[in-house]
């Protein structure tokens, strides 16, 4: 099934959480094409909760891959929301499928690094195609990342290092 998005809609669904951690919600959109001539205007808000965790533009009339940014939460059920936002006039119907629900390994999770858990003499490496969770104090020599590192929206960061070198996404 397309969820299909238009004139200021907005659609919901219920979300079961059944352990704690960082979690990241994935899908693909893309503008409705039978007029390329009204532009890329459209906008999708994504929000869990209550808590807007990205707004996206849609480039154009092909499926596109998104992620939002992780947000912490509890076991519970929470409300995950796609709201249609157009800053432009005219027809820019969105469509969302293909939505994915990823938890997301923590920088302070021995698992994320297959061993322990980087610390203040640490060369720390992201790998491409990874995604961390960084969230509360953290100190290392060094960062590489190829990657991803990510704070979620409902928590906070510090980081300290000697240098940092961002060469991934």
């Known amino acids: 099934q397309v969820l299909f998005l238009h004139g200021g809609g907005t659609a919901s669904l219920p979300v079961m959480i059944s352990l704690c951690g960082y979690y990241s919600f994935l899908f693909k959109a893309a503008l409705r094409g039978h007029n390329q001539s009204e532009g890329e205007a ?63 390994p923590s920088w302070q999770d021995a698992y994320a690094w297959d061993g322990p858990v980087p610390g203040s003499n640490d060369m720390v490496t992201i790998g491409a195609g990874s995604v961390i969770a960084m969230h509360g104090t953290l100190n290392a020599n060094q960062v590489t990342v190829n990657g991803t590192m990510a704070c979620p929206v409902n928590r906070d960061l510090e980081l300290s290092a000697k240098k940092i070198m961002v060469l991934g996404s």
């Open 42 to 104: 459209k906008h999708i808000r994504i929000s869990i909760g209550g808590t807007e965790v990205g707004e996206v533009a849609l480039p154009d009339f092909n499926y596109n891959d998104f992620a939002s940014l992780p947000i912490y939460l509890s076991p519970g059920t929470y409300t995950l929301t796609f709201k249609e936002v157009n800053p432009a006039s005219g027809d820019n119907t969105g469509f969302v499928d293909d939505l994915r629900m990823e938890l997301v």
